[in-house]
């Protein structure tokens, strides 16, 4: 594997898919040194975007076991994320907590009542319904569901 980007094709099968992330933790095994034995030993917690463009760990140079990393869209805090916080700073002893967004964040188009509207119409109304029922929000209210 080279530094280069790899953009994978849409049509790639999940054998070619999973081949592709066993070789990349290979590779990645290979490299790993400098591990800290401690989970969390920088005392904190990220909670950052998915967006793949924020690599949290890379951008502060952490090693694995550093950094307790918390993400999904738009780094917003959840019950879920919540949770997990609770469990970084009672279980993992974690004394910072650092909310990370970033610019040009997707998560941000949920501000605009049309891209609203196409998003539903994307999800369709059986996975609406569908949603409802497995969750505490109503997955109509746009704003309260993913914020
Ligand atoms: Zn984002």
Not at 108 to 132: S, V
Request: net charge positive; glycine share 6%.
């Amino acid at each position: 594997m080279n530094n280069s980007i790899e953009i994978l094709d849409e049509e790639i099968s999940k054998d070619k898919f999973k081949e592709s992330l066993l070789n990349r933790n290979k590779e990645w095994i290979k490299k790993k040194n400098g591990s800290s034995s401690i989970n969390g030993s920088l005392r904190a917690v990220v909670l950052g975007c998915i967006d793949s463009r924020v690599p949290i760990e890379k951008i502060f140079q952490a090693k694995p076991g550093e950094l307790l990393v918390l993400k999904n869209a738009g780094n917003i805090i959840t019950s879920d994320i919540l949770r997990s916080i609770l469990v970084a700073i009672y279980e993992l002893n974690a004394k910072f907590i650092v909310i990370m967004g970033h610019t040009e964040c997707g998560m941000a188009i949920l501000d605009n009542e049309k891209e609203i509207i196409h998003l539903k119409k994307k999800l369709g109304e059986n996975l609406l319904k569908t949603l409802e029922k497995i969750g505490n929000k109503d997955p109509l209210d746009w704003f309260g569901f993913f914020n």
